[in-house]
């Protein structure tokens, strides 16, 4: 089945500078790549997502990059804030639409 | 904005017992998962459901797990017999549809405590 890793597993920042967090999947079937954020005892929260036929897409500070070739993909947050802190997790997803998660990133914006 | 919601937010248990997690995904919506997430690990894929019946699931979904869709509007994972390793947050989620990979929200989460 899937497989996604990601790193780093924290991030330590200072507010301002920039954050990328990258993964890499496994199953070259995957075509769905959303990136969601959770905050302490909250829910996951869409922060953006990308489909295979894309290669890059941005959302004001936030942006995500994906190679197919080389099966991985990437979440950049430019000008972090202190509010940005918290874990970000990526996902893949294929037909039948399950998410298979990676593992997370401790994300600290120091102020 | 119309949101997926669950209940209940906490829910305690003795080892052996039953519990139901419920769950109101977003209305029009015809893709229903459960998700679980074990203290401080990844989020892990459960089970999907669709067109009143399961879609897809994983090993973790053994014999003691369910799921229904008793109504229009509620989806139920019931666990018949709860083990320690159960405790967890579990995330309902839904999406619209599935002709291609589609956007997935997620609920609040119930954290289920077996004791």
């Known amino acids: 089945g899937e497989n996604v890793e990601q790193h780093p597993s924290t991030l330590s920042v200072q507010e301002g500078d920039s954050a990328v967090i990258k993964c890499t999947y496994s199953?070259?079937?995957?075509?769905?790549f959303p990136w969601y954020k959770q905050e302490l005892g909250k829910r996951p929260q869409l922060i953006i997502d990308?489909?295979?036929?894309?290669g890059e897409k941005k959302d004001q500070r936030i942006a995500v990059t994906l190679n197919k070739t080389a099966k991985h993909f990437s979440l950049h947050i430019t000008e972090t804030q202190p509010e940005d802190s918290a874990v970000y997790f990526c996902?893949?997803?294929?037909?039948?639409?399950?998410?298979?998660f990676g593992g997370g990133t401790r994300v600290l914006v120091k102020p | 904005e119309p949101e997926v919601t669950q209940t209940p937010s906490h829910q305690v248990t003795q080892m052996g017992q039953e519990v139901i997690l419920r769950c109101v995904p977003i209305?029009?919506?015809?893709?229903f998962y459960w998700y679980r997430q074990i203290l401080g690990q990844k989020v892990e894929f459960l089970v999907s459901?669709?067109?009143?019946?399961?879609?897809?699931k994983s090993e973790i979904f053994d014999d003691q797990f369910s799921v229904e869709r008793p109504d229009g509007s509620n989806f139920t994972l019931k666990i018949r017999s709860t083990k320690l390793e159960d405790s967890a947050m579990y995330f309902c989620?839904?999406?619209?549809?599935?002709?291609?990979?589609?956007?997935?929200?997620f609920g609040p989460g119930t954290r289920l405590t077996v004791l």
């Open positions: 209305s029009n919506h015809l893709y």
């Open positions: 199953d070259s079937a995957s075509n769905y």
């Open positions: 996902a893949s997803g294929a037909a039948g639409n399950k998410l298979t």
């Open positions: 989620a839904s999406s619209e549809g599935a002709i291609t990979v589609d956007t997935q929200y």
């Open positions: 459901f669709y067109n009143n019946e399961i879609s897809e």
């Open positions: 990308i489909r295979s036929n894309v």
